[in-house]
């Protein structure tokens, strides 16, 4: 196994070409072909695996006393400058030979380790690798996110306001005067407040103060999502929280009409429930916007037929259309609280419920989930 | 409002099935809650808005229905017979509270028959969810389902001197209402008091008394159809605790002009089924008699508010249909579509609340069909922002999560004694005057208590593993206003890696709080940490976190004491930090970063063991090795930490690894040794440090 590098009085290779006594092209030829066979015969000697390959790699190609180093040295170097040519075009052929064929000998090698080994060491698919914790954003918050980009992506900017607020946020700018039979329906948490204080707070109804603290600060245009916690005095059960989420939106321009308004949401929900939901708007009532509107999407999940696998749908009730939320143009009346002038501008204003659509969205029967905060639950959406 | 469809028929021609009917009255404005059909035939639930008081009842109704269809509303003309008698001679009205009662009609009917009421009338009210009382009583619900006017009939010959006296309520008055219940009312209350007007035989628009209640012994009938001030009646429906059909309607505002047609029906009826004699006339007391108001409707604002137009025909059936008498009056009159355009319109006595050129486009927009407006996109006019932590915010959340932290959203309603354990000394808590329960009296004053009971429930559940964060607020009071803060809150409990094929379980300490935190504050700088914290913290396990010079929040084991309170049987972390500064930081830090040239020549590490007094801490060690001011230091890391085997008490080991780099040569042993012989010495005197081996 030494063959090859053993100073050796049969090996060529020690000696230069004078020593050698050759001195012409075909001689060299000889001499280079008589090596090529050397080593094929050599390699093809040789199991294929990777220790023959490191001892025939440094044989052959080694820095220091490799056999192709050895003709450098003896035979090139010293030859005559008429030989030189053909001692190099030759030796460039034998390198590149042998580098192809140490190469098609490490794949070989390469290929016979792997058929080889034994299902010892082979790795288990099936098992588990190393799981590192991943934690995740809780599903409220990716609605939130995923609804303020639709509407980011359209030009609305995003802003916050205080959870807790004073009943002319809360009412009276929105057009809902004491006693309105409104309020009826949003029975109000309010703040303990020390004796003598001049404004009760509350905690605010619906995200709605925001578009009266939005407009006092800012001229149209304005264009505006806001994101938040709402609180309504309900007794807890499946349906019903005492605090919820909401997303307001206020669009005020000087050419905002109904058309901009249902054009908006439409593209909203086709971004949310995906083009084939159907849109419709009916009239409604709310003090702070006129026209008013509900606004009801078909069934996303019997498709708007109302019924499912032969049966009554049971997440429209029969009704192929699901009430998503309340919206509509903002009232003129509004305006007159923040100093706008209602003959110029015009807007529209609308109030989605973030829990209600999460549900409706994932399959979700009890609100209470959201905060409970079970990890079986908020693993669930990673 | 049940509406009964076949009761329609009696006012309009509907050939409509009932389903298709509630779709169209959904479509223009009446929410519909369903339709179902029982054995008085087809019910529609109408869930009329606070807006529509005309729609309580079957003639408002098929107004709609009437507009939607474009069908005629038939009128209701009551014909009854009357005596020569005078109602004038037999009862005398008067009011002296027109704030609160702007009308008050009286009628009169001499021998009537108390008895059942008739089948046809019984099954129309049960079909409308109303129980049969007796005739007369009968007819003025019936009335009321019928024209949307609530009435009141008395035992005529209980109400004293045949006078009627209408006055606002004295300072603790009381009445005992047909519901057998005595009230005391308040002096903004409404009362209809009879004789002298020293005692109240009802309570206007809200029930009648019991005093004068009609019984199967009553033989002449009083009858009252009123019209009392919309915010007056929810005021008092509110003092009161009490709402009724009655209230509802004078409360959403009910026709002033209809309590004379209502009462006339009425008075048709009661003869019809109870016989009796109809004195003539009416006595009608009307101070509240509103003038007619003109409302200008144009196609200018319609287009300008809609966007899309509406034909004239249109415009004229809706309004016409709804009683608004639309009128051109601009110069293009006779001009199809002209962008002229304007009608003038008089405001029906039923639609008090349309006052505004809008409440009409409204009306017209509703009617002609919300889906005839073609939706588009507006264009935008400016950029759009996100909020100003936006991004800081998403870093922070990112980062948490990569580090296995699960967000949760809780609710801010909690118990005040709980709050308490947490709450910083000095706070004063925002206590809500009307909770739902004990349970959740107070809106917390720090986030911990609702993380707390996060990992409760997660125990509570046979989840046992748990590392969750919410970004939140927290909230107090500063005498009379209030306070948000918004906050990071971490918890954890259980195993910071559980068993697995390749790892053995470990449970999480404060060391993997420390280091989580330290892992987000790396995106703000860093944070330091700082001896103490709050209490509701284990004493020997915890740190107060600053950003900079300022305290930020603390971190730590969560006290046994307090433990306790959860039954927390395992250890609890928890962590709760500002949020705002958080951000600011992170921010700053992101726009600050820039690019550090890598070094062209090694670093050379060595390890110092150190043997400590207890007590001295590792930032010690770093800080006498930073004071040397050798440049070539580019970190100094603590890697390994023990006691016991070996170690005297009243010390420890601390293997100290320092690595050196220059970024102008390659460092020769003969530094590296000068270096650490300087690290050795001022250790030693100045912490009396000994060296263990090296």
Redesign the interface.
């Known amino acids: 196994m030494y063959l090859a590098t053993m100073p050796n009085v049969e090996n060529p290779t020690e000696k230069s070409l004078a020593a050698l006594a050759i001195n012409d092209p075909p001689a060299i030829e000889e001499l280079f072909a008589n090596e090529k066979a050397r080593f094929d015969k050599q390699l093809a000697a040789k199991n294929p695996d990777e220790v023959n390959f490191n001892l025939m790699k440094n044989a052959w190609l080694g820095r220091k006393a490799g056999v192709l180093t050895l003709i450098t040295e003896n035979w090139l170097k010293p030859a005559p400058p008429s030989l030189k040519p053909a001692v190099g075009q030759s030796l460039n052929q034998l390198k590149r030979h042998i580098e192809e064929s140490l190469e098609a000998f490490r794949v070989a090698a390469e290929k016979a380790s792997q058929e080889g080994a034994t299902s010892r060491d082979r790795v288990d698919l099936s098992l588990p690798g190393v799981l590192r914790p991943v934690g995740s954003h809780h599903l409220i918050r990716q609605v939130f996110q995923e609804i303020e980009d639709i509407f980011f992506s359209i030009g609305f900017s995003v802003v916050e306001g205080p959870e807790i607020e004073t009943p002319y946020y809360n009412f009276e700018a929105l057009n809902i005067p004491e006693f309105h039979p409104v309020r009826d329906d949003m029975d109000t948490f309010y703040i303990d407040l020390p004796k003598g204080a001049s404004t009760p707070l509350l905690l605010r109804t619906h995200t709605s103060p925001m578009q009266i603290r939005t407009m006092e600060k800012q001229k149209p245009p304005v264009r505006v999502i806001v994101p938040g916690k709402v609180y309504r005095r309900d007794n807890p059960d499946a349906t019903h929280s005492f605090a919820f989420h909401q997303i307001e939106g206020l669009a005020v321009d000087t050419d905002i009409t109904f058309c901009d308004f249902t054009g908006t949401i439409e593209y909203f929900v086709k971004q949310f429930f995906g083009p084939s939901v159907k849109t419709r708007f009916r009239p409604s009532y709310f003090p702070f916007t006129e026209p008013s509107v509900e606004f009801d999407v078909s069934c996303p999940f019997c498709g708007g037929t109302g019924s499912s696998n032969g049966a009554t749908c049971s997440k429209c009730k029969g009704a192929a259309w699901i009430e998503l939320f309340g919206a509509g143009m903002v009232d003129p009346a509004v305006y007159g609280f923040v100093n706008y002038d209602a003959r110029k501008v015009s807007g529209f204003a609308f109030g989605i419920g973030i829990d209600r659509l999460a549900m409706l969205k994932y399959g979700i029967d009890d609100i209470q989930v959201f905060f409970q905060n079970d990890v079986r639950f908020l693993r669930q959406f990673p | 409002m049940k509406v009964v469809y076949n009761w329609l028929k009696d006012f309009v021609d509907v050939t409509a099935s009932p389903d298709e009917l509630a779709s169209r009255l959904?479509?223009?404005?009446t929410?519909i809650g369903g339709v179902e059909n029982g054995p008085h035939g087809a019910v529609i639930e109408a869930e009329v808005?606070?807006?529509?008081p005309d729609c309580l009842s079957h003639y408002g109704i098929a107004r709609e229905v009437g507009a939607i269809y474009k069908l005629p509303l038939k009128h209701v003309s009551p014909k009854p017979a009357e005596s020569t008698a005078k109602a004038s001679d037999a009862v005398k009205v008067e009011i002296q509270s027109p704030d609160l009662c702007g009308r008050f009609t009286a009628r009169v009917i001499r021998g009537v028959k108390i008895q059942p009421s008739p089948k046809w009338l019984k099954d129309k009210l049960e079909a409308s969810g109303v129980a049969s009382i007796s005739n007369v009583v009968d007819v003025s619900n019936y009335v009321m389902l019928e024209l949307g006017h609530p009435l009141h009939t008395y035992d005529y010959d209980n109400v004293r001197d045949h006078k009627i006296v209408v006055r606002r309520a004295k300072q603790n008055e009381k009445i005992r209402t047909l519901d057998g219940i005595e009230r005391q009312v308040d002096s903004n209350i409404c009362m209809i008091t009879d004789g002298d007007g020293s005692s109240a035989v009802g309570i206007g628009g809200i029930m009648g008394g019991a005093e004068t209640e009609i019984s199967f012994s009553t033989k002449n009938v009083l009858i009252e159809c009123a019209w009392f001030e919309p915010?007056a009646v929810?005021?008092a429906a509110?003092f009161l605790k009490l709402h009724t059909e009655a209230s509802t309607r004078f409360?959403?505002g009910a026709d002033p002009e209809m309590a004379e047609l209502a009462s006339h029906r009425a008075a048709e009826l009661i003869l019809q089924l109870a016989g009796g004699e109809l004195l003539s006339g009416v006595v009608d007391v009307y101070p509240g008699k509103r003038g007619p108001k003109k409302i200008r409707v144009t196609r200018a604002e319609i287009?300008?508010?809609?966007?899309?137009d509406v034909p004239d025909k249109e415009v004229e059936a809706s309004l016409s249909a709804l009683g608004f008498a639309p009128i051109r009056i601009d110069q293009n009159r006779g001009a199809e579509g002209s962008l002229l355009a304007a009608w003038e319109c008089a405001q029906p006595s039923w639609r008090a609340e349309v006052e505004?050129e809008?409440?009409l486009?409204?009306e017209i927009?509703?009617i002609y069909g919300?889906?005839k407006?073609?939706?588009?996109?507006?264009a935008?006019?400016?950029?759009?922002?996100?909020?100003p932590h936006?991004e800081a915010e998403t870093r922070l959340?990112d980062r948490?999560?990569?580090?296995?932290?699960?967000?949760?959203?809780?609710?801010?309603?909690v118990a005040e004694d709980r709050d308490a354990l947490f709450r910083p000394e000095g706070v004063a808590p925002?206590?809500?005057?009307?909770?739902?329960s004990e349970e959740?009296n107070v809106?917390r004053s720090n986030g911990l208590v609702t993380m707390a009971a996060?990992l409760e429930?997660?125990l509570n559940?046979g989840?046992r593993?748990?590392?969750?964060?919410e970004i939140g607020?927290h909230?107090h009071?500063k005498?009379?206003?209030?306070v948000?803060t918004r906050v990071l809150t971490i918890g954890t409990t259980g195993e910071a890696r559980e068993k697995?094929?390749?790892?053995a379980a470990r449970e999480f300490s404060f060391a993997d709080l420390k280091g989580d935190l330290d892992s987000i504050g790396a995106l703000a700088g860093a944070l330091e940490w700082r001896d103490g914290g709050p209490d509701w913290l284990h004493a020997t396990k915890r740190g107060q976190v600053l950003l900079g010079p300022n305290a930020i929040g603390a971190a730590g084991q969560l006290a046994r004491r307090v433990a306790d309170k959860f039954k927390f049987r395992q250890d609890v972390f928890l962590a709760e930090l500002e949020l705002d500064p958080l951000c600011s930081a992170i921010r700053i830090v992101k726009d600050a970063r820039h690019y550090e040239p890598l070094p062209r020549f090694p670093a050379v590490e060595r390890d110092f063991s150190l043997l400590l007094a207890d007590g001295t801490h590792f930032s010690g060690v770093t800080k006498i090795v930073r004071a040397l001011g050798i440049a070539e230091i580019t970190s100094i890391e603590a890697t390994d930490f023990f006691r016991g085997k070996n170690v005297p008490a009243g010390k420890y080991s601390l293997l100290v690894r320092i690595t050196f780099q220059s970024r102008e040569a390659t460092l020769t042993d003969a530094q590296i040794s000068d270096y650490s012989g300087k690290i050795i010495a001022a250790l030693e005197r100045n912490l009396g440090a000994q060296l263990r081996a090296q």
């Open positions: 959904a479509l223009s404005g929410n808005s606070s807006n529509r915010v929810r005021r509110r409360g959403r287009l300008r508010v809609m966007g899309a505004r809008i409440d486009i409204e927009a509703r919300l889906d407006f073609p939706p588009r996109l507006p935008a006019r400016q950029g759009a922002a996100r909020l936006y959340r948490l999560i990569g580090l296995g932290y699960r967000e949760i959203l809780t609710i801010p309603h925002a206590r809500l005057s009307n909770p739902l959740a809106l996060a429930w997660n559940h989840q593993n748990a590392r969750l964060f607020r909230y009071l005498g009379n206003t209030s948000e697995g094929l390749y790892d």
